[in-house]
Nanobody, 126 residues
Framework: QVQLVESGGGLVQAGGSLTLSCAPS????????MGWFRQAPGKEREFVAA????????YYADSVKGRFTISRDNAKNTLDLQMNSLAPEDTAVYYC???????????????????WGQGTQVTVSS
């Protein structure tokens, strides 16, 4: 099993920045991909960004390209999401997810991830 704990959410004004972190624990050697998804009220869970935990390749949703950066902090062993130029439409609960070896078909498909964090709220005021 893999456990994921997110941190770093909060309230920020439009145009501001926020960094989310996700700390994996447990059978972390089994992780192949990690990603961030978000879900706004009344909407489906949406892909934000993902990283191949082995080779560092990154993937982004078009809506966040150029504004968000996904990265791995090897010293802290965390998956980070640096979010810049935030807009009210970025308001959502942000979830960290992990996929073990062999389960990934499409990094943007939440069903390909087997482990999820509890989520952290990001609210962007206009």
């Amino acid at each position: 099993q893999v456990q994921l704990v997110e941190s770093g959410g909060g309230l920020v004004q439009a145009g501001g920045s926020l960094t989310l972190s996700c700390a994996p624990s447990g059978r972390t050697f089994s992780i192949r991909f990690m990603g961030w998804f978000r879900q706004a009220p009344g909407k489906e869970r949406e892909f934000v960004a993902a990283m191949n935990w082995v080779d560092g390749s990154t993937y982004y949703a078009d809506s966040v390209k150029g504004r968000f950066t996904i990265s791995r902090d090897n010293a802290k062993n965390t998956l980070d999401l640096q979010m810049n130029s935030l807009a009210p439409e970025d308001t959502a609960v942000y979830y960290c997810a992990a996929a073990p070896y062999g389960s990934m078909r499409n990094v943007g498909n939440p069903y390909d991830y087997g482990y999820w964090g509890q989520g952290t709220q990001v609210t962007v005021s206009s």
